[in-house]
């Protein structure tokens, strides 16, 4: 392949600036690395926040998260994937855009690969590789685990939970498992939720409640195995106490085991720890991005015996078990509908706009205008 490669990339250069597009030149893969023509990007609600200055940052970054590409171009000794999977060129993967060192503390004895201290997770526009996803080629290095899908799998199967499908196997993973038979309550139908209502499913539980304010998303929690829905914009569930009493009519005398914080909202948090039974569980993933105190009583932890859990990131592991569980479920779950709107990649600043404004259920950045855009 020619050294004329070339890549455009959205880049974010500071808080509430417009999106730009800049042109690089895309270098050949060192030794374990590899170049990939991205197919598929995804907007998370995270990027928002980025655009927002909701985190800081001090140099210009290209933006993008969640990822499906091409493989182009193999570096010296790649011939597998991260799990042992033969990789060519042509192949499509799926990339854990977190970089662990594999050399501190947390990656090496506790083997919690989020709490990497050196882990990297912006990609500089000013660097000499791009790894994030808003962007023509990206080129995935020695820590960007990736992992092949399954060519007879819609890419929008893959892409229409992005990173909340890794985040929320993490999540439950460090909560110990969703209890067969057990009630749930899944505080939004954003994909974070949708990945929650699903996994909730998977694993047995009675009666899975979403509580969200967007019709649209409330119609897709149902496909994804909602039993109750509760919409807080309709007139009799516009307070909190007006939803508890209908969710304690609805689930019976057990009450709510389980409440998953999929909504980002700090206001969710008072609502959903006081809808939880006696030994119930809190698992909080939606809350990352922002800043905001709630009121919280010890007491009543204490004396209802509650379990409170904060999940962030994904594991390398949990991309690969996401691949693997999205290819077995993606005929029953309609992943592939979640994709609500499609964007160029010049039309990034569009994409982030509207996700901010809650105005779709996933949308995705197709940076390849001429390969599998319908």
């Not at 895309?26 to 023509?37: A, E, S, T, W, Y």
């Not at 060192?101 to 090496?108: L, M, P, Q, R, V």
């Not at 909602?226 to 939803?243: G, H, M, N, P």
């Not at 409170?308 to 690969?320: F, H, N, R, T």
Request: with cysteine.
């Amino acid at each position: 392949m020619s050294r004329e490669l070339k890549a455009k990339s959205a880049v974010l250069t500071g808080a509430r600036k417009p999106i730009e597009i800049w042109t690089r030149d895309v270098p050949l893969p060192g030794p374990g690395c590899i170049n990939i023509k991205v197919l598929r990007a995804g907007v998370c609600g995270t990027d928002p926040h980025l655009w927002n200055g909701d985190f800081e940052f001090k140099q210009a970054v290209v933006l993008g998260h969640e990822g499906l590409g091409r493989v182009i171009e193999l570096g010296e000794g790649v011939t597998t994937d991260h799990a042992g999977q033969p990789i060519a060129v042509g192949d499509v993967v799926y990339w854990n855009p977190m970089r662990p060192c594999n050399a501190c503390f947390d990656c090496t004895v506790t083997e919690d690969f989020t709490a990497c201290i050196h882990g990297r997770f912006w990609s500089p526009a000013k660097g000499e590789h791009v790894w994030a996803s808003y962007t023509e080629v990206a080129t995935l290095l020695l820590n960007n685990s990736f992992y092949k899908v399954d060519p007879e799998v819609p890419l929008d199967a893959y892409i229409a939970l992005g990173c909340a499908l890794p985040t929320m196997l993490q999540a439950v993973e460090n909560l110990g498992g969703i209890t067969w038979g057990s009630n749930v309550v899944v505080q939004g139908a954003g994909p974070v939720g949708l990945a929650a209502i699903m996994l909730a499913s998977l694993a047995g539980a009675e009666n899975i409640v979403c509580i969200e304010g967007n019709e649209s998303r409330l119609k897709r929690a149902l496909d994804f195995g909602a039993t109750i829905l509760v919409d807080f914009q309709k007139e009799e569930f516009k307070t909190k106490d007006s939803r508890a009493a209908y969710i304690a009519t609805t689930v019976g005398a057990r009450g709510i085991n389980l409440v998953i914080e999929c909504s980002g909202n700090a206001s969710a948090f008072e609502e959903g720890i006081n809808l939880l039974c006696r030994s119930g569980q809190y698992l909080l993933v939606g809350t990352w991005a922002g800043a905001s105190n709630v009121t919280l009583s010890p007491f009543q932890i204490v004396q209802n015996a509650l379990k409170i859990v904060g999940s962030v990131y994904a594991s390398p592991a949990q991309y690969y078990r996401a691949t693997k569980l999205v290819g077995q479920v993606w005929k029953r779950f309609p992943l592939v509908e979640c994709v609500t709107h499609k964007y160029k990649l010049r039309d990034a600043q569009k994409a982030l706009e509207d996700v901010g404004a809650g105005k779709e259920v996933k949308a995705v950045i197709c940076p390849q205008d001429a390969e599998g855009w319908n």
